[in-house]
């Protein structure tokens, strides 16, 4: 085994051994935090920021990464949304708490069995899913309903899954629907430079990799009234698709063939 490789393991494992131990102690304040505000922020969005803040500090020890954000100021704290990303990486979820934004996950059940992490999940009132259950499924609809009712923007990935390629996924109706019953706007987030920096299926840490995360302008709700769900995830993904760096590279790739 090279000394590169040495390096990446132990960079790589001594990392998520920091993440793990940590992470006990960030649960104990977050749980703290929960008890002193629960009687007056409903909305807990200083639990919301003190997560962020826990996150953000796996981005800041993590020397191989830096995270530009663009855009954040378009983004209201009065004000709610179906916030809607492309998703290329399990690091997705630590850059968009980089935003700094309360709001609640969409995330599969499983997560938030994890020690620590899953736990302060629940504290947060994120929304559980089990795939392909259609009672949870249902629940988890009836959840984000509340929650944007009570004015709590929800995050959602509508791809549904990571993207191996960058490319993006068609689209899943569920953001879509929500957002035209509950007459909410559309926030589109797009999120570069995650896939390789800690690719699918893997823990491995390499390289330095420069992530952006960008706030497009927001879709109000009046725009997408009269539209169809199709029309509505249709155009949402070519606004996303049109940062993604996977699908400018291929429209550069095409138009310089067309020339």
Not at 93 to 121: C, D, H, Q, T
Not at 172 to 179: D, E, H, S, V, Y
């Amino acid at each position: 085994m090279s000394f590169k490789n040495i390096a990446v393991f132990f960079l790589s494992y001594g990392y998520i051994l920091f993440i793990g131990l940590s992470s006990a102690v960030f649960f104990l304040i977050a749980l703290i935090v929960f008890l002193l505000t629960f009687f007056f922020d409903r909305r807990r969005i200083i639990l919301s920021l003190f997560s962020s803040f826990w996150a953000s500090v796996y981005i800041w020890c993590m020397p191989a990464w830096s995270v530009n954000i663009i855009g954040r100021q378009k983004m209201d704290m009065k004000k709610s949304y179906v916030i809607v990303s492309n998703h290329q990486s399990q690091l997705d979820i630590l850059v968009a708490f980089y935003l700094f934004f309360p709001f609640r996950w969409v995330s599969k059940a499983e997560v938030f069995l994890l020690p620590f992490i899953g736990w302060n999940m629940i504290l947060n009132g994120h929304v559980k899913l089990k795939r392909g259950d259609k009672h949870s499924i249902k629940k988890m609809i009836a959840q984000c309903e509340d929650l944007l009712s009570k004015n709590i923007s929800v995050i959602i990935f509508p791809e549904g899954t990571r993207s191996k390629t960058g490319i993006l996924k068609p689209f899943k109706p569920g953001a879509f629907i929500l957002a035209k019953k509950m007459k909410k706007p559309i926030l589109p987030l797009v999120i570069n430079n995650t896939k390789n920096a800690l690719p699918k299926h893997s823990l491995r840490i390499q390289g330095r990799h420069h992530i952006e995360v960008k706030v497009l302008d927001e879709i109000p709700y009046t725009v997408f009234e009269h539209m169809e769900i199709e029309h509505i995830s249709d155009m949402v993904r070519a606004r996303i698709a049109a940062h993604v760096q996977e699908h400018m590279a291929l429209d550069t790739f095409s138009g310089s063939r067309t020339l």
